[in-house]
């Protein structure tokens, strides 16, 4: 018979500190991320100034993407060497660098550096130390934590508008420049908040069969002298057999379920600098088909979201509405983005929907929403429409990142988040100034907004194959099993 003995194993809290840690971010964001969505109305009458119109803005808003996202791999291995809280304390500084050096803007260039790649830098300190922060103490409950931290932003962008047109009518534009510069620095409080995650592991205690551990440290052994991938096979809550693809070399060895042994020699071995570099950023998650779909997938639903958050307060501009009534629409957005944050991932975890499947559902709620907005000029009507298209983006932004860590081991995280925002900062420039110039030519807000629904059209094409691919495959195997 087969002999068990108990071991002793550190996870995540799955809480605990955990939820210090989520008040942290929320409050990262709401003083930093939340400006983001602000430049149209912050910086809207200085482009007039300055003579641009769209396509100024739509080049701006491209280098802060840009640059937001081009740094992913990097910040990725700065995360992974120093530590997620002094990644966002980091880019909070700079954050407030940003919006204060851009009260001096006199022309396109001097805005594009100071706002586009200043502040844009420091957005991505805080968007992937924020999310690994998290990832790092949730397991079960990780989308309701992503969820809840992410509320940040939308609180912050239910209040900006406000604060803003305040600031705007009591100091000017460069009083409100400062005085939100000021606000950022509120992030470097919440960034301290993130300690290690090993400052906070907990214990738990679990029963593994012996017999079944040599055979699989066994072949381990055998599959990495036949210069093969090790498979671990480990059994879960509901005693289902699940495989687990290894790396031959991990850039921290071998997991702990094979940190014994003679294992542990072959982490000995030399590397070359190109082999480090490689394992560092982890490119062997390119290798993957499948990875490549996901985060061009999320590339072009990001885009779409973001553009339309940048043209949404000219639109409303354009159709008549006063500047107070364009900032009621935009906290409608923000409101109801709250409430998706904190609803929708319970719901989610309730009817056991993939984070894939559920970014998949909601752009299609998008491309209808944004479509029937297009057309109305009724305040009523773009309220309740504002307020719908909200609750969709909110799960937009919190299943996208969700999504990229269902396809990659946890340790792999950082890099993998890093990879996806390095794609979405090649594709963002030129598709982001190809959409403001539809907009110039055609003068025709409803031509822009149907353009940036085509990216979402786009999207579901590039991944509806893969997804009906792996419905038959679980399909087949249920049948299998049966």
């Given at each position: 018979?087969?002999?068990?003995?108990?071991?002793?194993?550190?996870?995540?809290?799955?809480?605990?500190?955990?939820?210090?840690?989520?008040?942290?971010?929320?409050?990262?964001?709401?003083?930093?991320?939340?400006?983001?969505?602000?430049?149209?109305?912050?910086?809207?009458?200085?482009?007039?100034?300055?003579?641009?119109?769209?396509?100024?803005?739509?080049?701006?808003?491209?280098?802060?993407?840009?640059?937001?996202?081009?740094?992913?791999?990097?910040?990725?291995?700065?995360?992974?060497?120093?530590?997620?809280?002094?990644?966002?304390?980091?880019?909070?500084?700079?954050?407030?660098?940003?919006?204060?050096?851009?009260?001096?803007?006199?022309?396109?260039?001097?805005?594009?550096?100071?706002?586009?790649?200043?502040?844009?830098?420091?957005?991505?300190?805080?968007?992937?130390?924020?999310?690994?922060?998290?990832?790092?103490?949730?397991?079960?409950?990780?989308?309701?934590?992503?969820?809840?931290?992410?509320?940040?932003?939308?609180?912050?962008?239910?209040?900006?508008?406000?604060?803003?047109?305040?600031?705007?009518?009591?100091?000017?534009?460069?009083?409100?420049?400062?005085?939100?510069?000021?606000?950022?620095?509120?992030?470097?409080?919440?960034?301290?908040?993130?300690?290690?995650?090993?400052?906070?592991?907990?214990?738990?205690?679990?029963?593994?069969?012996?017999?079944?551990?040599?055979?699989?440290?066994?072949?381990?052994?055998?599959?990495?002298?036949?210069?093969?991938?090790?498979?671990?096979?480990?059994?879960?809550?509901?005693?289902?057999?699940?495989?687990?693809?290894?790396?031959?070399?991990?850039?921290?060895?071998?997991?702990?379920?094979?940190?014994?042994?003679?294992?542990?020699?072959?982490?000995?071995?030399?590397?070359?600098?190109?082999?480090?570099?490689?394992?560092?950023?982890?490119?062997?998650?390119?290798?993957?088909?499948?990875?490549?779909?996901?985060?061009?997938?999320?590339?072009?639903?990001?885009?779409?979201?973001?553009?339309?958050?940048?043209?949404?307060?000219?639109?409303?501009?354009?159709?008549?509405?006063?500047?107070?009534?364009?900032?009621?629409?935009?906290?409608?957005?923000?409101?109801?983005?709250?409430?998706?944050?904190?609803?929708?991932?319970?719901?989610?975890?309730?009817?056991?929907?993939?984070?894939?499947?559920?970014?998949?559902?909601?752009?299609?709620?998008?491309?209808?929403?944004?479509?029937?907005?297009?057309?109305?000029?009724?305040?009523?009507?773009?309220?309740?429409?504002?307020?719908?298209?909200?609750?969709?983006?909110?799960?937009?932004?919190?299943?996208?990142?969700?999504?990229?860590?269902?396809?990659?081991?946890?340790?792999?995280?950082?890099?993998?988040?890093?990879?996806?925002?390095?794609?979405?900062?090649?594709?963002?420039?030129?598709?982001?100034?190809?959409?403001?110039?539809?907009?110039?030519?055609?003068?025709?807000?409803?031509?822009?907004?149907?353009?940036?629904?085509?990216?979402?059209?786009?999207?579901?094409?590039?991944?509806?194959?893969?997804?009906?691919?792996?419905?038959?495959?679980?399909?087949?195997?249920?049948?299998?099993?049966v």
């Amino acid at each position: 018979m087969s002999k068990t003995k108990t071991i002793t194993k550190l996870v995540p809290p799955d809480g605990g500190w955990g939820w210090i840690v989520l008040f942290g971010s929320a409050v990262t964001n709401v003083f930093n991320q939340a400006v983001f969505s602000q430049f149209s109305l912050l910086y809207g009458d200085k482009l007039k100034e300055m003579g641009h119109r769209t396509t100024g803005a739509a080049m701006v808003m491209s280098v802060m993407l840009c640059v937001v996202n081009l740094g992913g791999p990097f910040l990725g291995v700065l995360v992974k060497l120093k530590s997620p809280r002094f990644v966002c304390v980091t880019g909070s500084l700079i954050c407030a660098t940003g919006i204060f050096l851009s009260s001096f803007s006199t022309n396109i260039v001097h805005l594009s550096l100071s706002y586009g790649v200043v502040f844009g830098l420091g957005l991505g300190f805080i968007y992937n130390a924020s999310f690994v922060a998290i990832n790092s103490y949730f397991k079960l409950k990780k989308s309701i934590a992503v969820g809840i931290a992410m509320t940040g932003t939308g609180i912050g962008q239910a209040l900006m508008p406000h604060v803003v047109e305040y600031s705007l009518d009591i100091f000017g534009f460069r009083g409100a420049c400062w005085f939100l510069s000021a606000l950022c620095l509120h992030g470097v409080c919440g960034g301290m908040l993130m300690q290690p995650v090993k400052w906070h592991m907990k214990k738990i205690k679990e029963e593994v069969v012996i017999e079944e551990e040599k055979i699989e440290m066994n072949k381990s052994q055998t599959d990495i002298k036949d210069d093969r991938p090790a498979i671990m096979f480990t059994k879960d809550r509901n005693n289902e057999c699940k495989s687990q693809l290894l790396e031959k070399i991990s850039v921290n060895g071998f997991s702990d379920d094979f940190k014994a042994g003679s294992l542990n020699e072959t982490t000995n071995l030399k590397k070359t600098a190109l082999e480090r570099i490689y394992e560092l950023f982890d490119i062997l998650l390119l290798s993957s088909p499948r990875f490549i779909i996901v985060i061009i997938g999320i590339g072009l639903t990001a885009i779409s979201i973001q553009n339309f958050g940048m043209l949404f307060p000219f639109f409303l501009l354009n159709i008549g509405l006063s500047r107070n009534e364009t900032a009621t629409c935009m906290s409608a957005v923000a409101l109801a983005d709250i409430f998706g944050r904190l609803i929708v991932p319970q719901v989610q975890v309730r009817l056991k929907l993939t984070a894939r499947l559920t970014l998949f559902l909601t752009s299609i709620w998008i491309i209808i929403t944004r479509q029937m907005l297009a057309y109305q000029t009724d305040l009523t009507s773009l309220l309740v429409l504002s307020a719908l298209y909200g609750i969709g983006r909110s799960v937009v932004i919190v299943a996208r990142n969700l999504t990229i860590t269902e396809h990659c081991r946890a340790d792999q995280v950082p890099s993998a988040v890093g990879l996806g925002m390095l794609c979405l900062g090649i594709t963002s420039p030129p598709i982001g100034y190809f959409l403001g110039w539809i907009r110039d030519y055609t003068e025709d807000y409803i031509a822009c907004i149907s353009a940036q629904n085509a990216l979402l059209i786009l999207f579901l094409i590039l991944w509806l194959p893969d997804m009906l691919l792996l419905y038959y495959r679980k399909k087949k195997g249920n049948a299998e099993d049966v």
